[in-house]
């Protein structure tokens, strides 16, 4: 049975809409009728890239390129300038942008797109975000990838702040299809916005960054903007910080925060925080095994990715997956303290960039924080910090110096620092 059609037996009856959008409403009974791009000429393995969000052009176009076993590269606008790179990376056959299709002429080929050829099963082609170096393109097999959506679970009223070209935004919109939920699209992710669209929809989870959290935080609109429907907070991408949890916790003690962990190499895992005010974390699920190697986490997943397409495999011969992720161990409990290239080296002392970004941001009138260490003939390295004041407020850097100096270890010290905007990116990342 097609994709679609087994979305039309669950839906069958439903009066309420499965996605509330800037434009109205999209019940699934209309989606059928929902103008789409014409799919004739796209065929089973053909690599197709999805420049689109989550509107209901772009989602009528993704469940039927499912349903023809395409290779789906889903992809924003926010990241039109790095588009020639992703279509040249995955091989990409054609560009769909709403209703246009171009055909894109070349002869490349991968093993591994051809394997997906072979098996006749689909694909989903992601990039990672290439914080450090170029970005991965990450080739998954979409009959392993939709096998978890098989079972129902239960769903609640949720924004989709992750992107249309983000796992976490994917698997959301999926879930939500395929357990009859109701997803709201934000019409921005200004903090504003999604708080006032938040309100206006009676939003039960917010699924969100630590980055976009913080400028929540200091934002001044919590706790008085908080909207009253709001019952769970996810956050996940990046490493959060302790500080910023236990302020949220505070000013909304009526919100269950829920930190999340995943990466697009491995599909999604399951995670259950220990608390909601703790970073401790029991990572696993079906077909999830974890492993420590050296304070760094590794983990076997059954549902992860075939391998990349424009670099070499990252899978030892065992299946496992090397995450870079220090972690600090409790019992069953996992807590990331960092990665292992934020691991700075002293004069032969090592600690972790993070420790002193949490320092600071114990400082007032400070919104975010990025540590760097940078190569020093003398000691090997020292640290550089980078500081965005909060808005219409100043930092006075002789006083955070000495703040520093009064809480960190003497060569944990900056040895610069610097006031300015630190850029964050269209996932809501720190760059």
Known sequence: MSILNSLK??????????????????????LQMQESADLTDIKCGDVVALVGDFDPLSIVNLLKLLDKKAIIVPLTQDTSSQHQYFLDSAHVDYVIIGNDIKKINHDKNHPLIEKLRKEENGGLILFSTG????????????????????????????????????????????????????????????????????????????????????????????????????????????????????????????????????????????????????????????????RVKNNILQIRSESRMLGYLNSPSPFDDEGWYDTKDVVEVKGEY???????????????????????????????????????????PITGQHVEMYVQPKDNTEVIKTELIKFLKDNLQSHMVPRRIKIQKINVGHRFKKQ
């Open 131 to 290: 914080t450090t170096g170029q970005p991965k393109a990450i080739l998954h097999n979409l009959k392993h990838f939709l096998k978890r959506f098989e079972t129902p679970r239960p769903t609640l009223k949720t924004i989709n702040f992750l992107l249309f070209d983000h796992i976490g935004g994917l698997n959301t919109l999926l879930h939500t299809l395929f357990n009859k939920g109701t997803v709201v699209a934000p019409k921005s992710r200004s903090v504003p916005d999604i708080l006032e669209t938040c309100s206006e929809h009676e939003i039960e989870v917010l699924p969100t960054t630590p980055t976009f959290l913080r400028m929540m935080l200091m934002s001044g609109l919590i706790p008085k903007k908080t909207p009253s429907s709001l019952k769970i907070i996810t956050y996940g991408t990046e490493r959060m910080d302790q500080p910023t949890l236990d302020s949220l916790c505070k000013i909304m003690p009526n919100i269950d925060f829920r930190q999340t962990f995943g990466m697009s190499e491995l599909g999604i895992v399951r995670v259950k925080s220990e608390s909601r005010q703790s970073l401790f974390m029991k990572i696993g699920g079906d077909g999830v095994e974890t």
């Open 334 to 376: 996992f807590k990331v303290t960092g990665r292992d290239s934020d691991v700075v080296n002293v004069g032969g002392l090592k600690f972790m960039a993070s420790e002193v970004e949490r320092v600071a941001l114990g400082f007032p009138n400070i919104s975010l924080v990025k540590v760097i260490s940078k190569e020093n």
């Open 9 to 30: 037996e669950r839906w069958d009856g439903i009066d309420y809409p499965f996605l509330v959008h800037a434009t109205g409403e999209l019940y699934f009974s209309d």
